[in-house]
């Protein structure tokens, strides 16, 4: 596979955090083809950022499953554990413009202020979870220090009144191109949803949103190909290239592969698993089928 700057770049990006389903396959074989129709590149990188669930089995698993689906990608694979130095350089970026500020609050903490504050049943980012009640924003650089001095943990959030200014500049409107979740076309992003999205975890210099959006732009990704449940993080992403000054891709979240009962696939869910399907005795051209194609 030659690495001409023309051909369009593709890539598909699981989690090596469980085992791999009936809807990662159908999201491998939609990117593969996608790149494949249009004489692109197909990458394969693993997202192991959160250390704790990551684990090799899995990993390897992620490998297997995908060679059994008959998929070839380009090595080396980028895994995102090795790249913690490109992650703090963009935070470091954000940082060096003042968007960032640390957070020491536990979940817990945040949320009995949302409770407190009576925001919990109206105030939600778009995943459904209670919006960053701005505990640590405008903090006093006493109150971080001494926490700071203390050794407590904390996670890096992105001011996003603060970053969304910070774009004013450009008129602040942004959008990006997205060809197959409706409405489809030019979308106006609205990353502001999100609240004080959390840019570097309390364990490792990046968050999926940080970690994501780098890559693609070090890996010269022009499509991104992926479910229809990261739709709305798109918003954030799109921001984070804006602040990081990135190239962006064209975007394409394609339908999630449901249960019976109409419910997203779960990893932990042993009957959708590639490899328990494998053991019993269904082919690759039978998934292949039965997923379309
Ligand atoms: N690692 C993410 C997942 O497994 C996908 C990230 C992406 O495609 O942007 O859900």
Same mark, same amino acid.
Request: proline content about 5%.
């Given at each position: ?24 396959a159908?999201?491998a074989l ?34 297997d499953d995908l060679a059994w689906l008959g998929l ?35 979940? &817990?903490?945040? +949320?009995?202020?949302?409770?407190? /504050?009576?925001? *919990?049943?109206? @105030?939600?980012?778009? =995943?459904? !979870? ?9 903090? &006093?650089?006493? +109150?971080?220090?001494?926490?700071? /001095?203390?050794? *407590?943990?904390? @996670?890096?959030?992105? =001011?996003? !009144? ?112 590639l490899?328990?399907l494998r053991?019993?005795g269904v082919s690759a051209a039978e998934i292949r089928r039965r997923l379309?194609f």
């Amino acid at each position: 596979m030659t690495k001409d700057p023309a051909r369009p770049v593709f890539r598909f990006a699981p989690s090596p955090n469980g085992e791999l389903h009936l809807g990662h396959a159908f999201s491998a074989l939609t990117t593969a083809r996608a790149a494949r129709d249009c004489g692109g590149r197909f990458l394969l990188r693993i997202e192991d950022i959160d250390l704790v669930r990551s684990r090799p089995r899995f990993e390897q698993a992620i490998y297997d499953d995908l060679a059994w689906l008959g998929l070839a990608w380009e090595e080396p694979v980028r895994r995102q554990s090795e790249h913690f130095a490109d992650y703090r350089a963009a935070l470091a970026r954000l940082e060096g413009r003042g968007l960032v500020y640390p957070c020491f609050a536990s979940r &817990s903490q945040i +949320a009995a202020a949302c409770t407190a /504050a009576g925001v *919990a049943d109206c @105030a939600c980012d778009p =995943d459904g !979870a209670p919006l960053y009640p701005g505990l640590w924003r405008g903090a &006093s650089r006493d +109150a971080i220090e001494e926490k700071m /001095a203390e050794g *407590a943990p904390y @996670a890096l959030r992105l =001011d996003m !009144a603060k970053a969304l200014a910070a774009m004013s500049d450009r008129g602040g409107k942004i959008s990006f191109v997205e060809k197959i979740h409706q409405p489809c076309g030019e979308i106006a992003a609205d990353p502001a949803r999100w609240g004080d999205v959390v840019i570097a975890r309390k364990d490792v210099p990046a968050s999926y949103h940080l970690a994501v959006t780098a890559d693609d732009a070090l890996q010269g990704v022009t499509h991104v190909t992926r479910g229809a449940d990261l739709f709305e993080a798109t918003h954030v992403h799109r921001l984070l290239q804006e602040l990081l000054e990135l190239p962006v891709p064209v975007y394409a979240h394609h339908r999630l592969i449901l249960d019976e009962g109409g419910r997203k696939l779960s990893k932990s869910a042993r009957d959708t698993s590639l490899r328990s399907l494998r053991e019993d005795g269904v082919s690759a051209a039978e998934i292949r089928r039965r997923l379309g194609f």
